[in-house]
T-cell receptor
Framework: GQQLNQSPQSMFIQEGEDVSMNCTSSSIFNTWLWYKQDPGEGPVLLIALYKAGELTSNGRLTAQFGITRKDSFLNISASIPSDVGIYFCAGIRNSGYALNFGKGTSLLVTP | GAGVSQSPSNKVTEKGKDVELRCDPISGHTALYWYRQSLGQGLEFLIYFQGNSAPDKSGLPSDRFSAERTGGSVSTLTIQRTQQEDSAVYFC??????????????FGPGTRLTVT
């Protein structure tokens, strides 16, 4: 499957800081999603984006679907220790269903 | 309600042995998916079920991998003659219909497979 390029690979920040991560692809996706994975668990959906240019928030999280449909970013504001985990972007192609995942961004937050 | 469950949670097997991984999807979900995650990687799509049929097996890495789904519910992923490169965490996900862009996939906790 199409591998998405996700950056940064890891982030180590202090509580209260804002975080930004992004995902790019050489192919167009019609749906972009952001997941969080805690150790020993499956990914949990944070935000889903269905339209180019769409900006969607979920609490302290904000994500945007790039205009070119080849990229997306996720921002986390005022980070807290429970934000620790691995964040994955995923894309779905037109009329598809299979999720194509990035390699993840590992986030560590110190109190 | 109950989420997606998978068993076993961990499986250690010797190279060359066959293994079966089980998935119980969310009740009423017609679509079921298998993914695997190698160390430090994102999840990789393996196979998709709509009801009992598998219209998309394109992600299965070799003919040693097979999957079935019975009664539109439980699914089993079988790996024959396991190899060390099969070591990974295998995730199952289910969704309500498998169609439509807003059909959210819910993931199970995964089965960690280690081939020695």
């Amino acid at each position: 499957g199409q591998q998405l390029n996700q950056s940064p690979q890891s982030m180590f920040i202090q509580e209260g800081e804002d975080v930004s991560m992004n995902c790019t692809s050489s192919s167009i996706f019609n749906t972009w999603l952001w997941y969080k994975q805690d150790p020993g668990e499956g990914p949990v959906l944070l935000i889903a984006l269905y339209k180019a240019g769409e900006l969607t928030s979920n609490g302290r999280l904000t994500a945007q679907f790039g205009i070119t449909r080849k990229d997306s970013f996720l921002n986390i504001s005022a980070s807290i220790p429970s934000d620790v985990g691995i964040y994955f972007c995923a894309g779905i192609r037109n009329s598809g269903y299979a999720l194509n995942f990035g390699k993840g961004t590992s986030l560590l937050v110190t109190p | 309600g109950a989420g997606v469950s998978q068993s076993p949670s961990n499986k250690v097997t010797e190279k060359g042995k066959d293994v079966e991984l089980r998935c119980d999807p969310i009740s009423g979900h017609t679509a079921l998916y298998w993914y695997r995650q190698s160390l430090g990687q994102g999840l990789e799509f393996l196979i998709y079920f709509q009801g009992n049929s598998a219209p998309d097996k394109s992600g299965l890495p070799s003919d040693r991998f097979s999957a079935e789904r019975t009664g539109g519910s439980v699914s089993t992923l079988t790996i024959q003659r396991t190899q060390q490169e099969d070591s990974a965490v295998y995730f199952c996900a289910s969704s309500r219909s498998g169609t439509g862009r807003t059909d959210e996939q819910y993931f199970g906790p995964g089965t960690r497979l280690t081939v020695t």
